[in-house]
């Protein structure tokens, strides 16, 4: 093979990873590499389209920025629409040298005196929002820069980001500022707390925190992740600032939230000590940011230096690189979870990193132990994903020692001495006592409280004293709870005994989907347990289905078909309801799961495709209300398919191909003589 040859299929094979590392990072918000290793991967792409111009092709990721707008096959529900102005991606450097270069480039362009505007790069994801009238009229996601994703109704969520500006502050009729929203250290603990009760997959990073929770599809959701915006870039046809600076200064005058950390420098020089500066102290900041952004402040100059097909010339990051440390790993637990799982975390001799003394972390499963080669006594690298989760990187066998012992993953739980299984398609041990493993027990009383499920207001040290006292075992023991019983629990008054007794009456109003999510069977989780409810509309009917009928349900699979069987098998679970029950829990749905709407939809298997005037969620939900059934893909017992905007074209093939009859969303409130 030639070097020619060669280079074209390298080209091509880095082309491949870095469009699936973009969908990985903006659509799924899910990276599985650090933004250095996607950073390093592109510039390699950029050496090598520069060395071989004759394959470089429009649709290259070097030519465009990376898109945040979701395809169809994952669930996409938001309206897009066009970016007035197109919203670029920023060139970004790890060498300082690199940054004298940028100068000397915009120096040969102007005759001139320029400064600069040195400011943190937030890490969380961007954001344009347009103001008409002084009232917030749309925000836009980045998109591919040319559309973006209308998240409008997310944003009006976020406190920071006023929905009308301050009367008579003298902003222009129309104009749009861009910025980012992150989510803080705080929110993101407290939302990973949540996740790991919920033994849900944690975010990785705030960055991916912020990206998914502007996603959502609940508004109210949003609300409640604690998300916040800084803006720093100003557009309007008409601008009537000189400096990027007075825009930025004139916006925060209007209620805008702008950086307090942004400075004007007269040079590079001043830049790059900007730089210094907060390398050490963005370890002190309430939230992530993973570099600075360096930009002309005179808006002529931005003018005439212009733009790449990706970049503004006027602009360029200098990026962080990740820190990580070296320190000893002296020993490992294995920590039972609600579902059984046994996850291996590290205990560390402490170490310092990015603010914080890390003493452990998490090693995920046993293959990732085997994947490290990790012993007992090792000198391990440890780094923070988006600087909050500890992980093992590494480890460094010149420093290994002869008394560094391979640890064996556990044959029985460590709580309760059950032999642990696994199965074949799964990586994590479990315990399969759930009925008497203490970790498991309690966990399962914290999982049916949480917020997404009943959202009783008590916290886990409460329910481990109410635990270890004998005064639950079972979760309908908790609606047996009296103020006598509370009153002998550690820090509980009158007050927080009655608080808890209110709460626990208030869940009693909870919805059965909630309610069965909360008695927590095994891979039910929030969306599958909702599906369930609609389609039997109460616990009798799910307890008595057959195979056949549970795999007919939407997101069931027989993994899950079996595990409901398996609990409802059981006299001590259908025990346990019927407990539940008596004291007023609620299972069963408030109407009759065909709907009181209509029926004039029975019978029919519908697909829908596309973007609507209302989440596809709503679209489902009314389908189901006037006796339809929503199916995920087209088959010959499909009977309608309803066709939103930018439907997909083979779905619309297909479903000519099969006869199946295609309608419009007017269409379909048409036959139904009803709107969701």
């Not at 799924?28 to 592109?42: A, C, G, H, Q, R």
């Not at 970049?311 to 039972?336: C, G, H, N």
């Not at 407990?579 to 799961?593: D, P, Q, T």
Request: charged share 30%; proline share 5%.
């Amino acid at each position: 093979m030639t070097n020619k040859q060669a280079a074209k299929e390298k080209i091509e094979d880095l082309r491949k990873q870095i469009e699936l590392h973009n969908r990985n990072y903006y659509v799924l918000s899910n990276p599985d590499i650090t933004d250095f290793e996607f950073d390093m991967m592109m510039n390699d792409l950029m050496v090598l389209e520069k060395k071989y111009p004759e394959f470089v092709t429009p649709d290259s990721p070097t030519r465009h920025v990376g898109s945040d707008i979701e395809g169809e096959k994952s669930g996409a529900f938001f309206k897009q629409f066009p970016h007035k102005y197109p919203m670029l991606s920023l060139g970004n450097t790890y060498d300082i040298g690199e940054l004298y270069s940028f100068d000397e480039k915009i120096a040969k362009s102007t005759e001139g005196n320029y400064t600069y505007s040195c400011e943190l790069k937030f890490d969380g994801t961007a954001i344009c929002l347009t103001y008409v009238d002084g009232t917030l009229s749309r925000a836009l996601t980045r998109g591919d820069g040319l559309v973006g994703d209308d998240v409008t109704e997310n944003v009006k969520m976020i406190p920071s980001i006023p929905q009308r500006l301050k009367k008579n502050s003298g902003y222009p009729r129309e104009f749009e500022i861009r910025g980012e929203i992150y989510m803080p250290y705080k929110a993101f603990d407290n939302l990973n707390r949540q996740k790991e009760r919920d033994e849900e997959q944690p975010f990785a990073n705030p960055r991916n925190a912020a990206s998914g929770s502007l996603k959502l599809q609940d508004p109210r959701q949003v609300a409640e992740r604690g998300l916040e915006c800084t803006l720093y870039h100003f557009i309007t046809d008409r601008n009537p600032f000189g400096l990027h600076s007075e825009a930025i200064a004139n916006a925060a005058e209007w209620g805008l939230p702008v950086s307090p950390y942004a400075r004007t420098v007269n040079g590079i020089a001043d830049a790059v000590e900007y730089i210094k500066y907060w390398d050490t102290q963005r370890k002190s900041l309430p939230f992530a940011t993973d570099g600075i952004v360096i930009k002309v402040n005179e808006l002529a100059l931005q003018k005439s230096l212009g733009f790449t097909a990706k970049f503004p010339r006027w602009a360029t990051a200098y990026k962080f690189k990740p820190e990580s440390a070296l320190t000893r790993l002296y020993s490992i637990d294995y920590q039972v979870g609600r579902t059984g799982a046994v996850t291996p975390v590290a205990n560390l001799d402490p170490v310092q990193l990015s603010g914080t003394m890390v003493k452990r972390a998490t090693l995920h499963n046993a293959d990732q132990m085997d994947q490290l080669d990790i012993h007992i006594n090792d000198y391990v690298y440890v780094e923070k994903g988006g600087e909050i989760i500890p992980k093992i990187t590494g480890v460094d066998k010149s420093k290994r020692t002869a008394n560094a012992v391979k640890p064996v993953f556990p044959k029985n739980c460590p709580a309760c001495g059950t032999p642990l299984v696994r199965d074949e398609d799964e990586a994590k041990y479990f315990c399969p006592n759930s009925d008497n493993c203490p970790p498991q027990r309690k966990g399962k009383f914290i999982h049916f409280c949480s917020r997404k499920a009943m959202n009783v207001n008590i916290g886990e040290a409460t329910i481990n004293q109410l635990y270890e006292k004998g005064y639950i075992s079972e979760l309908g023991d908790l609606y047996k709870l009296n103020r006598e019983k509370l009153l002998t629990l550690d820090k509980f008054k009158e007050k927080s005994a009655d608080n808890l007794l209110a709460s626990l009456e208030e869940s009693k109003k909870t919805p059965f989907g909630k309610v069965l999510f909360g008695l927590g069977i095994r891979f039910v989780g929030e969306t599958t347990a909702k599906s369930l409810a609609k389609k039997f509309g109460n616990i009798n009917n799910l307890a008595g289905a057959t195979r056949e009928e549970l795999l007919d349900t939407e997101d069931v699979g027989e993994k899950l078909a079996d595990s409901l069987l398996n609990y409802f098998g059981m006299s001590k679970h259908r025990r346990i309801i019927e407990e539940m029950k008596s004291e007023g829990l609620n299972f069963a749905n408030e109407v009759n799961i065909s709907g009181t709407a209509s029926e004039k939809l029975k019978g029919k298997n519908i697909v829908i495709t596309g973007i609507f005037s209302v989440p596809r969620e709503t679209l489902k939900e009314f389908i189901e209300s006037h006796g339809g059934k929503n199916v995920s893909s087209l088959s010959g017992k499909t009977d309608l398919l309803v066709a939103g905007e930018k439907g997909g074209g083979s779905k619309l093939k297909k479903s000519e191909k099969l006869g199946i009859k295609i309608i419009s969303e007017e269409e379909l409130y048409k036959i139904t003589g009803a709107r969701p």
